[in-house]
């Protein structure tokens, strides 16, 4: 099992940048693929990026391709976002979760444990 626990998130002017952090307990943290999700109010959550369990291989949602970057740090059971040239529709609540399978897989029901989410907003 695997607790995750989001922070970095808060209010940014449109353009900016913010990094969020996803910081895991447990000893198993490295198996896991790591996927960053967000929900706007009113909206489905929607998948925005996701990482392997190593590290090699990662994915995005095309709305946010060439401006956030997903990475994370083993040795430190940490996954951070890298976001970049923020937009307002950015905004929402932003959750990491942890799934065990081998392959980097976009559908929110494929991941096993969640965290409490963080709050993104970016003004116009």
């Known amino acids: 099992q695997v607790q995750l626990v989001e922070s970095g998130g808060g209010l940014v002017q449109a353009g900016g940048s913010l990094r969020l952090s996803c910081a895991a307990s447990g000893r198993t943290f490295s198996r896991y693929v790591i996927g960053w999700f967000r929900q706007a109010p009113g909206k489905e959550r929607e998948f925005v990026a996701g990482?392997?369990?190593?590290?090699?291989?990662?994915n995005y949602a095309d709305s946010v391709k060439g401006r956030f970057t997903i990475s994370r740090d083993n040795a430190k059971n940490t996954v951070y976002l890298q976001m970049s040239s923020l937009k307002p529709e950015d905004t929402a609540v932003y959750y990491c979760?942890?799934?065990?399978?081998?392959?980097?897989?976009?559908?929110?029901?494929?991941?096993?444990?969640w965290g409490q989410g963080t709050q993104v907003t970016v003004s116009s």
């Open positions: 990482i392997s369990s190593t590290g090699i291989i990662t």
């Open positions: 979760a942890a799934d065990g399978s081998l392959s980097v897989t976009s559908e929110y029901y494929e991941y096993n444990y």
